[in-house]
């Protein structure tokens, strides 16, 4: 299909939790991803690429809607998305696609829209208005332990407590043993084989639109044989972090909150203590099972990219693998994601276009950004662009050319508001709509503006790529922190909602652009 104007099949897989520096095909001196390779080898590899928030749901809002946090304003897991937003599903299907979903979105329903007695409002695992759902599969993995009972798997012990070792080992160190399922019993193997049936029932000249949303490689972190053995603890670059955890909680009032609430239990089940205490051995060894979990999830890629061959629509269809957000990994002796730091929300996007060849097996090195997925598929499906969205088509890039104007940065947003249970705002003694962050991340220079009179943070990153110095008060970088500080400000300028904005009603009737968001939940 070498025709642009064609409609193609589209393929949109993220991986939940995925850094960016985890692929082979980015330089990772220890983590194998050969069918993740071999996709970017057919595509483009984005190597700056970024999320827009954390945790899942507002890193989904901004993928899902192409807005920025401060106009999609899903600050936390379980705010609702404003019902007049567009989004990716509601604009595929409004060109004639029937989008599906396999796995989760993680969308908190309008509650203006619902009685106050629907079950859908006592969950954050909404599904994105637009979606048709083949295969729902929340946290509770409910679906999932009922196909693995039916292979004669024992379940009794729910999720996440089917995620600890088979051996029944829970002790204050990390173990690799693997869990009581298999390799071909993974929730990803389980969502794989659901879309490779659905898949086979597809007719090859009706053009899909599917959505496969992987859990792994998110915690727990524990994977099956072979890949818990794959990497050896040993292995692996230095981590980035400082001499001490307490010298990391030195550092900023936000850091010192969060290591305290880092809990073992939450990535490891059953393993209770702070995950800053761990030792240099036990974080070693939980990054040699997430490499693992990663290896696991490019082997069902595989399994993927087989049956599209064989099911004679390769050459048909456009696949983008990205992730929502990011994962600390030991660094700043965290795990997790949120806050400021690269590690949290640098992931991976590799887009394969096949009627766009000639950017095919590149790599940019160019900052992007979640938000530009949906503005990107829009291009692709041949759909109407929406002006007002914050993000970009990477269609150029994906097309070998070079645009005149790029942005020279990365944004994103974290908000660390409790508003059920007011922890943050009780801590800091601030409101909650205090309770946040901004970052604006050069290849020079990270400046992080805090609300609520919260320190800002500034780094060098020429001389310090681990971000341990904060040089926002020295006076020699005083001028780079004032510069900073109005770039944060014009950048959100730039980027109020511009729904209406770009429309001005006049004599003639409405001249300039109005947004179709609204008119595309017909």
């Not at 696991?296 to 957000?325: M, P």
Request: include cysteine.
């Amino acid at each position: 299909m070498d025709n642009p104007t064609s409609r193609p099949n589209v393929l949109l897989i993220t991986c939940d939790q995925w850094r960016g520096d985890c692929l082979s095909a980015a330089g990772h001196p220890v983590v194998k991803t050969p069918n993740a390779d071999a996709l970017a080898a057919q595509g483009v590899l984005f190597r700056r690429h970024y999320g827009g928030a954390a945790p899942c749901s507002p890193a989904r809002a901004c993928l899902y809607t192409g807005l920025y946090q401060m106009n999609n304003r899903v600050c936390r897991n379980g705010t609702p998305l404003d019902a007049r937003h567009g989004n990716i599903a509601l604009s595929a299907r409004a060109a004639g696609y029937d989008p599906t979903l396999f796995g989760y979105t993680d969308v908190s329903l309008d509650p203006r829209q619902l009685s106050p007695e629907d079950p859908r409002l006592r969950s954050y695992e909404g599904v994105l208005p637009g979606f048709t759902v083949r295969q729902a599969l929340p946290e509770h993995q409910k679906q999932w332990l009922s196909w693995l009972q039916a292979q004669g798997i024992d379940t009794g012990a729910g999720s996440p407590g089917i995620h600890r070792p088979a051996n029944g080992q829970a002790e204050r160190d990390v173990t690799n043993a693997p869990p009581v399922y298999s390799q071909d019993q993974t929730p990803t193997a389980f969502l794989a084989g659901e879309f490779i049936r659905w898949l086979g029932e597809q007719e090859k000249s009706v053009p899909w639109f599917a959505h496969v949303s992987f859990i792994s490689p998110h915690p727990p972190f524990i994977v099956p044989e072979p890949y818990n053995t794959m990497y050896d603890p040993g292995d692996g670059p230095a981590f980035r972090r400082a001499a001490s955890w307490q010298a990391e909680a030195e550092s900023h009032p936000y850091v010192a909150y969060d290591l305290d609430r880092q809990k073992r239990t939450k990535f490891v089940p059953g393993i209770e203590g702070k995950v800053p205490d761990w030792s240099e051995e036990n974080f070693r060894l939980v990054r040699a099972i997430y490499y693992g979990m990663i290896a696991e999830v490019d082997a069902q890629l595989g399994r993927i990219w087989r049956a599209i061959k064989s099911a004679d629509a390769w050459d048909d269809t456009v696949i983008v693998l990205t992730s929502d957000h990011a994962e600390m990994m030991g660094d700043h002796f965290m795990l997790g994601k949120g806050g400021f730091f690269d590690v949290s929300y640098h992931i991976p996007l590799i887009i394969r276009d096949p009627r766009r060849r000639a950017g095919a097996g590149s790599s940019v090195d160019r900052f992007t950004e979640a938000v530009d997925i949906f503005p990107t598929l829009l291009d692709l499906i041949g759909a109407a662009p929406q002006r007002h969205l914050d993000g970009r088509s990477l269609v150029p890039w994906i097309e070998g050319k070079k645009p005149e104007t790029w942005r020279d940065a990365a944004h994103w947003e974290f908000d660390f508001r409790t508003v059920a249970k007011d922890e943050a705002e009780r801590h800091f003694g601030i409101a909650s709509s205090a309770c946040n962050l901004a970052v604006i991340r050069t290849v020079e220079f990270k400046y992080v503006h805090f609300g609520g009179g919260l320190p800002a943070l500034l780094f060098d990153l020429s001389k310090d790529p681990g971000e341990l110095n904060n040089v926002a008060g020295d006076t020699a970088y005083l001028p780079v922190r004032l510069e900073f500080a109005e770039r944060m400000l014009a950048w959100r300028a730039a980027h109020l909602d511009q729904s209406l904005a770009l429309a001005e009603l006049t004599e003639d009737g409405v001249v300039g652009y109005v947004s179709q968001a609204v008119g595309s939940r017909q």
